[in-house]
């Protein structure tokens, strides 16, 4: 599954200036528990992060461009 992040918008100085990420789960239904696999070690979820981007936290910077792919690989039995 490939999740694109293209941007947020009207944050304005609703964000403080600082470093932001964006994390995406897969959930089994809509308000549902996060999906995980089980491995021999951990018991690990299907979740992804973009990288951090910078936002000024100014009244006139209104977007937060993330532009960035998230891939989160599922396997069917």
Known sequence: MDVSVHCMR???DKLPRGRYAVSVALHS???GPALS?????EQQQ???S???VEHQGRFYDSELHI??????VRIFQ
Do not use: D, F, H
Not at 67 to 72: D, V
């Open 46 to 48: 299907w979740v992804a």
């Open 10 to 12: 009207t944050v304005r």
């Open 50 to 52: 973009t990288e951090p």
């Open 29 to 31: 239904r809509l308000g």
């Open 67 to 72: 532009n960035q792919s998230l891939c989160m």
């Open 37 to 41: 696999w089980c491995s021999t070690k």
